[in-house]
């Protein structure tokens, strides 16, 4: 699989091409967002592949990376979308993604975004509370529509992960209680005209290394299709929801591969087998085949301590302060070696620090992080007057695109006209 490796020279390398010449390609200052979208696409087809002749759908979480680029490259793979905003929902179908492929998960959709939604005829809109099947039905009965829709379930299921990302738990904002589903059942039984009940999901969390928690959550969803079925639904699918985790650097996870196969023999052991599956990977899509460079700006001394400032900060990739989350940052053109620098960026917070890195000695002049490909550009913000990083689109070994940043003087000007 193409993606991220080393040369024998130890280069850093993004589909066999060196990042070093990559980033003169695409004539970008750092810091720069670089993906390859053969990775991209090869890693959906590898699990569209791994459910066989089960119907399914790959719904790639558009949340994780919103570029176009990286949305078409998943939908001419195989796969569809999950979107949680009308933003997100048009992106996805400017991609080319079909709306039988599409879901839209939400706990606060707004009615423009619910009107939008129906009137592309997405697959489901997932229901995330009873309050809001009224709401929703009011909003298909204006379009003068029967809007397809699922019932998210909270499955009360803990995993390991943090707090942040761990949205299957009882005190989570997301899904509908167990002991909340009779009045679900008889609320959306209220508006039979206006809502077709479609299917049953979950979602538990994010960063799975193992399919343990993600099918305890999936057979919650079974039981409630195998009671509904029983009373006269007809299903069309279950969606398991995503979190599959990526391999950041601590070890081998569980491949999305093996969690398919997992989700298939669940289904058809709980006799379901008949109805589609649904998935919602984003991270294990993407995460691995994205890098930030930045370039070193100094070396700085104090007391024991070594710091290597880097000119990319927080608000390029926000994971670091936000979830404690560490990224491998390495040399761009030579191997990983000690002495080990604290590596630093430039945004005026104490958070804004990517932990303890083996650089060398001397510092090189850039360095890759690793693993951006999700959560990295998407969660960028301007903080501290710092406009959003350039992403550079590879293909074959070679640039097809850039999306560049607007300057500092464009910022500033928004900032003067606001």
Same mark, same amino acid.
């Given at each position: 699989?193409?993606?991220?490796?080393?040369?024998?020279?130890g280069?850093?390398?993004?589909?066999?091409?060196?990042?070093?010449?990559?980033l003169?390609?695409?004539?970008?200052a750092?810091p720069?967002?670089?993906?390859?979208?053969?990775?991209?696409?090869?890693?959906?087809?590898?699990?569209?592949?791994?459910?066989?002749?089960?119907?399914?759908?790959?719904?790639?979480? &558009?949340? @994780?990376n919103?570029?176009?680029?990286?949305v078409?490259?998943v939908?001419?793979?195989?796969?569809g979308?999950?979107?949680?905003?009308?933003?997100?929902?048009?992106?996805?179908?400017?991609?080319g993604?079909?709306?039988?492929?599409?879901?839209m998960?939400?706990?606060a959709?707004l009615? $423009?975004e619910?009107?939008?939604?129906?009137?592309?005829?997405?697959?489901?809109?997932?229901?995330e509370s009873?309050?809001?099947?009224?709401?929703?039905?009011?909003?298909?009965?204006?379009?003068?529509?029967?809007?397809?829709?699922s019932?998210?379930v909270n499955p009360? &299921?803990?995993?390991?992960?943090h707090?942040? #990302?761990?949205?299957?738990?009882?005190?989570?904002?997301?899904? #509908?209680?167990? !002991?909340?589903?009779?009045?679900? $059942?008889?609320?959306?039984a209220?508006?039979?005209?206006?809502?077709?009940?479609?299917?049953?999901?979950?979602?538990?969390?994010?960063?799975?290394?193992?399919?343990?928690?993600? #099918?305890? !959550? @999936?057979q919650?969803?079974?039981?409630?299709a195998r009671? $509904?079925?029983?009373?006269?639904?007809?299903?069309d699918?279950?969606?398991?929801?995503?979190?599959?985790g990526?391999d950041?650097?601590?070890?081998?996870?569980?491949?999305?591969?093996?969690?398919?196969? @997992?989700?298939?023999?669940?289904?058809?052991?709980?006799?379901?087998?008949?109805?589609c599956?649904?998935?919602?990977?984003?991270?294990?899509?993407?995460?691995?085949?994205? &890098?930030? #460079?930045?370039r070193?700006?100094?070396?700085?001394?104090s007391?024991a301590?070594?710091?290597?400032?880097?000119?990319?900060?927080m608000?390029?990739?926000?994971?670091?302060?936000?979830?404690? @989350?560490?990224?491998?940052?390495?040399?761009?053109d030579?191997?990983?070696?000690?002495?080990?620098?604290?590596?630093v960026?430039p945004?005026?917070?104490?958070?804004?620090d990517?932990?303890?890195?083996?650089?060398?000695d001397?510092?090189?002049?850039?360095?890759?992080?690793?693993?951006?490909?999700?959560?990295?550009?998407?969660?960028? !913000?301007?903080?501290?007057?710092?406009p959003?990083?350039?992403?550079?689109?590879?293909?074959g070994g070679?640039v097809?695109?850039?999306?560049?940043?607007?300057?500092?003087?464009? $910022?500033?000007?928004?900032?003067?006209?606001a």
């Amino acid at each position: 699989m193409p993606g991220f490796d080393r040369s024998a020279q130890g280069h850093a390398q993004l589909g066999g091409t060196p990042l070093s010449k990559l980033l003169a390609e695409s004539k970008q200052a750092t810091p720069v967002f670089l993906y390859d979208l053969d990775a991209i696409a090869a890693s959906t087809r590898a699990l569209v592949l791994a459910f066989g002749a089960t119907r399914h759908v790959v719904a790639y979480a &558009v949340k @994780a990376n919103t570029a176009g680029s990286v949305v078409r490259a998943v939908v001419e793979a195989g796969g569809g979308a999950d979107t949680v905003s009308g933003g997100e929902l048009a992106v996805a179908l400017g991609a080319g993604a079909p709306p039988d492929r599409i879901v839209m998960s939400g706990v606060a959709k707004l009615d $423009w975004e619910l009107d939008r939604a129906i009137a592309a005829g997405i697959r489901a809109i997932q229901l995330e509370s009873v309050e809001e099947i009224a709401r929703v039905a009011a909003r298909a009965k204006a379009a003068g529509k029967r809007a397809r829709v699922s019932v998210r379930v909270n499955p009360d &299921v803990n995993i390991d992960s943090h707090a942040h #990302i761990a949205t299957g738990h009882d005190e989570a904002k997301f899904g #509908i209680v167990r !002991s909340d589903l009779g009045a679900t $059942w008889d609320t959306l039984a209220a508006h039979a005209a206006e809502l077709e009940l479609a299917g049953v999901s979950t979602h538990v969390g994010s960063m799975l290394a193992t399919v343990g928690p993600y #099918i305890e !959550s @999936a057979q919650v969803v079974c039981d409630i299709a195998r009671d $509904w079925r029983a009373r006269g639904a007809k299903l069309d699918f279950l969606d398991f929801g995503g979190g599959f985790g990526i391999d950041y650097g601590k070890g081998p996870v569980t491949p999305p591969a093996d969690f398919a196969k @997992a989700s298939c023999a669940l289904a058809e052991k709980a006799g379901h087998g008949d109805l589609c599956l649904i998935v919602e990977p984003g991270r294990a899509l993407v995460a691995s085949h994205g &890098v930030l #460079i930045a370039r070193v700006v100094q070396e700085k001394r104090s007391s024991a301590r070594r710091f290597c400032l880097v000119d990319a900060g927080m608000n390029d990739l926000i994971r670091p302060a936000l979830y404690q @989350a560490r990224h491998r940052v390495e040399p761009l053109d030579r191997a990983p070696s000690p002495p080990a620098a604290q590596v630093v960026g430039p945004v005026c917070e104490s958070a804004d620090d990517f932990g303890l890195h083996e650089l060398g000695d001397p510092l090189p002049e850039l360095v890759v992080i690793r693993d951006v490909g999700a959560y990295g550009f998407t969660m960028g !913000s301007a903080y501290n007057g710092r406009p959003l990083a350039t992403e550079v689109f590879v293909r074959g070994g070679k640039v097809v695109h850039v999306s560049a940043a607007r300057s500092v003087d464009a $910022w500033v000007q928004s900032r003067l006209d606001a």
